[in-house]
């Protein structure tokens, strides 16, 4: 019960109009444990309604205003006291006075830009979320939801090809090429080894997926490595004039699109790590950035004229391409 004025005496709920239309995507929580958030795309609407229940029907409520925010921000697990809103938005929904009965207020952010992907990582965790708040004397009330937001873009027009050597001076000497540089994240990686010169005995090759997450600035750098995937491209020791197909199927694999200095605070990169090892145990690397993004769908007729505005985005740009639906 609430004793001079202590305590919660009203329940906040928030509930988005299309509720039972929109669709959910999965996502990872610090804890590792993976749950469902509607899924929104930049430059869509964020609509619904705030129901604040009074607990003790027929006792007023004294507020000092009832409002609801949309609010982006990035959390710094080594910094966590300070949160760095790039967006945030605030709309009232009544001005101060008492509430006698429970009420229902409506709410909508027009065309919100939701500029980066939701993340959660080792040391930085990205999110969007509405909170609506009752304001009071002694104790706000206040309810958060949040949403997951996931970056579209088209395919790049310059897509090259990689290729690279790898070579020790007359013992090894190999050439790697894969088909291109830039992967959606449903992609399959093509390529092949060829094998110039091979003088040490090489026991095993692989190929690793590697995500490099960066946070911070100056001295206060940090660099987290996670292997996302390890593709045995050989076992046993190859011979002069070999060539070997790489294909690697990356939908198996829980990734996100690169994200390159988000708000000055953070990256998320993506490398393939070519391995051999020999006999002896000596490992010999070559590392490759690669460039992960989000593909989508062929749009449909129905589709809303904000998503395909933010299907239409890739890296920043606004050039017309073809258009595409999102895609979880």
Not at 141 to 162: A, G, M, Q, W
Not at 188 to 217: Q, S
Not at 284 to 303: A, H, N, P
Request: hydrophobic share 35%; charged share 30%; proline share 3%.
């Amino acid at each position: 019960m609430s004793f001079f004025g202590f305590g919660q005496s009203a329940d906040i709920d928030i509930v988005l109009n299309d509720a039972e239309t929109r669709k959910q995507a999965e996502h990872k929580s610090e804890d590792g444990r993976k749950d469902k958030y509607f899924l929104f795309y930049d430059g869509e609407t964020v609509s619904g309604k705030v129901n604040v229940s009074l607990k003790y029907p027929g006792k007023r409520l004294e507020h000092n205003g009832i409002k609801i925010e949309f609010i982006g921000q990035i959390e710094l697990y080594y910094d966590r006291g300070n949160h760095h809103e790039f967006v945030s938005l605030v709309k009232d929904l009544a001005r101060p006075g008492e509430l006698t009965q429970s009420q229902t207020f409506e709410f909508e952010f027009t065309h919100v830009e939701k500029p980066y992907e939701s993340y959660t990582g080792q040391n930085v965790k990205l999110r969007y979320f509405l909170r609506a708040t009752v304001n009071r004397r002694l104790n706000d009330t206040s309810k958060e939801l949040d949403i997951v937001v996931h970056t579209l873009s088209t395919y790049p027009e310059l897509n090259s090809s990689i290729k690279m050597e790898v070579g020790i001076e007359d013992c090894l000497h190999i050439e790697f090429e894969y088909n291109k540089s830039k992967y959606h994240l449903k992609d399959v990686i093509v390529g092949k080894i060829y094998f110039l010169l091979v003088r040490i005995k090489i026991r095993h090759m692989e190929i690793d997926i590697i995500k490099r997450e960066t946070t911070g600035t100056g001295p206060n750098v940090y660099h987290e490595n996670d292997t996302i995937a390890k593709y045995e491209i050989m076992d046993g020791a190859p011979v002069r004039g070999e060539s070997i197909p790489i294909r690697l199927f990356m939908a198996g694999y829980e990734m996100t699109p690169t994200m390159r200095d988000i708000n000055k605070k953070f990256s998320v990169r993506y490398y393939l790590n070519l391995v051999l090892i020999d006999e002896e145990e000596r490992r010999y690397f070559k590392q490759q950035e690669i460039t992960l993004w989000r593909k989508g769908d062929i749009v449909r007729k129905s589709m809303s004229h904000q998503a395909i505005i933010a299907s239409q985005r890739f890296d920043g740009s606004s050039q017309s391409r073809e258009v595409q639906e999102p895609e979880q």
